[in-house]
């Protein structure tokens, strides 16, 4: 399935460059270089990047040059886009995988808290709060974020990266802000999901058999509720993942941050179609990869997808 | 004697967006110990909702438990909150239930074996693995073949007669006092309800558990309650013993429920079934006199003058709410 | 036999008031949940109250959005321009004002072409299964796993700048959902016993469709879009703030953002009432989603 829905992918983002209008020598060209160059020495870069196959065969060359790691060359940089995107990849992921654990933590005890509260002031003023958070804008959040503990309070630098493995307590307080900025959707978005699923849950049949039974409320959250209503909050984590990279590419150019976020951005102002290209690629294989591990984890939680 | 359990004018309504539920509106009844008890009732006539709220099960809002008393062993349940200490030591331990649903019933997540042995855990403290013995006896007890092997199955792999004997299981495991079984057969087809009556009939004979057997069904009750309980829009309508209830009926409800049930031996050109016409009530906003009122065959005036009548006794244990006296019964 | 049976009599006793009667108080319930809660109502108003100023943008905003007054750039607020003006002089609460309608054009018009195009996508699946089925489903994954940001990042850059441009990248980003439902609801219906006692009574297939798919598939549709225009108008907001898609001088909140936070020391309003008003759109179709859900979704029925 995973392959299959890979597969899918790359066939799309190969066709997006493929169906641009024009001639697919304007990857590799700009416009003046092909007015001046003659047919003859068109045709023959056209039989030098592989352009006279078919689209299949295209394809095939195209993928061939993916698994040795050859994204083509980047026309702004000068430079092999495998080697660009190798070298901003680990601060994205840091950013994005720091963001991943802390949303999950934060978004599922919260939600379990506001459902057992039901009703209570806690349950009120947190979902009131995630209602908010999802519907805050990241980017302006980072800036409002700028605005008041970095240039009102001064606690904070205003952006920049700097590795944890160079300086830790540095890198740490670079990373504080977008990490929050990146953490803050889903955080609200799993609060309000695993709420209702809660909520759910604890109207179903077999909850009233566990209280039946004499069980204390604990012990019927821990064991007989959390599981069941995890089920659904575990089929958006592959969303999760996407909507955490989406930010990135929003959240590094507010921090100034050098990730492939930024880089994205930077490649679509440039025109640089292979460098976004190559970026939309990996991050889409990421979210395909984080759909196989919720898959796998998925029967782990619910037997009746084990058995089938 | 004391009965073992004895409920006494029970109120339980349902705030709803479109008024106010009386689902269970000044009920009595009482169980004694080692007793089959019946409860008879069409469905949403508020019987379920009566059991529930013995063991406060009731979901909170929109119900709630507005009056009565619950009295077992000398104390009244009401006094004492739903997630109090008192209650989880009463349910399962001493007062335990089997619901209508064998297939949402049990948790899917959760081996039959954890849901099994949770109770003895915590009401008996036994260790997991006596409990694991233990529960492997129960199972063998309740007719699940290979017993030992299926505590580590789900629910999804059972079918739903073999839930219900879970269930059942699950709900003697720690010798309680009274077992209420809200509507158990219904769910499942004619041959297992049969079978499923049967067991529990035996598993309460010896476990020495008192049955209360909630059902729409009078030919469950009929075969296996000592007494019964009829119930009709949040009231009981009339009570009394199997005998009382099957031989001479005296509520008007009852005596439609009886026309409307095959007996055996008899044609169809003898006696034909005759259906109760008319639909139940509907729980909102209640007019103050008989529910069945609108369907009933002898309806007079007092009926429609006077307020729902009392239950009063009519010789020995039976007891009716009518104003009507009726002789020439069908 | 059947004459003496007594659910039978009692059922066929009475089959108007099982149809009619409960459609009628239906209503009844889908209003008074809807209404019985603050959120979703508030959630209206802001929508009615964003979609007037909207289209009352030119009579209610003090100047025009792209009216430049270089001699007073940046002013604070003042009775004259109750937000302050920008780097070149405009008048922020007019381009507050006028920006509405760029959120609101976007978001309703790639909801609008997203699910046309993933209904559609969605039906064919579900009616054809087999290989068509897995083509499109395959498709809709893929597309699930582009960040939908990145993806119009992608279109963006291949057809370059333009409100269209925006409305087709997104469109594409926001397809899966409204196939995937569509085609749910189809598959769960086809399923059903009355679907296929309708089919047995020889009801033809498009009245099948008509009668039994879109009362089923219409409720979750309607929620499904209402929150999605939420998440368009953020994703476009997004776009903006990078300066893609729909280009300077067409006022955007997303770009005013970007505009402003180049002045966040001096002048925090200019970057913060754009995202106020981004906040309270967003708010308020998730609002009013959550309440059309609550009021469509028969499992709360009479609990409420």
Redesign the interface.
Known sequence: MGVIVIFVVTVMVFLFIRLLPGDPLTIYLNKTDIQQLTDEQLQELRVKFGLEKTLPMQYIDWMGGLFTGDFGQSIYYDIDVGILVRERMPVTLYLGGLAFIISGALGISFGVICALKRGTWIDTVVTLLANIGVTMPSFWVGIILIYLISVKAGWLPVGGYISPFENLWESTRRVIMPVTCLSLFSIASLTRLTRSSMLEVIQQDYIRTAWSKGLKERLIVTRHTIKNALIPVVTVIGVQVAFIFGGSVLIESVFNINGIGRLATQAVQNQDYLVVQAITLIMAIMVVISNLVVDISYGWLDPRIRYD | MTPLLSVENLKTYFHTYRGLVKAVDGVSFSINEKEIVGLVGESGCGKSVSMLSVLQLISSPPGEIVGGRVMFEDQDLLQYKSKSEVMNSIRGAKIAMIFQEPMTSLNPVLTIGRQLTESMEIHLNMTPRSAAERGIELLRLVGIPDAKNRLAAYPHQFSGGMRQRVMIAIALSCNPKILIADEPTTAVDVTTQAQLLELMQDMVDRFKTALMIVTHNLGVVARYAERIYVMYAGHIVESGLADDIFLDPRHPYTIGLLNCVPKLGETRQEKKLVPIKGLPPNLINMPANCAFLPRCDYVCDTCRQKPWPSLEPVGGQHYVACYREIKDKP | ?PE???DD??MA??PQ?AETAPRY?EMR?MV??FV?RP?PVIGLVIIVGLILIAIFAPLLAPYPPNLMDIPNKLQPSSSQHLLGTDSLGRDTLSRIIYGSRTSLIIGFSVMSISSVVGILLGLMAAYFGGAIYHIIM??M???????????A??????LGNGTLNVIIALGIGMLSAPCRLMCGVVMSVKQNDYVLSAQAMGMSNSRIMFQEILPNAFPPLLVMITIGI?AVI?AE??LS????GITPPTATW?GM?ND??KF??SH?VL??SP?VA???I??GF??LGDGLRDALDP?LR???
């Open positions: 036999m003496n049976a007594p009599t009692q006793d009475n008031r108080s319930r008074s949940v019985g959120l395959r498709f994954d893929a597309l699930m796993a582009f960040p939908m940001l990145l993806l990042l992608l279109v963006a850059s291949l939420g953020l907001a997004g703030f990078l300066g893609i997303g953002v402003g936070y966040i020391i925090a970057a913060i995202g981004i906040m309270l967003v708010f998730n609002m499992k009479g609990v409420i």
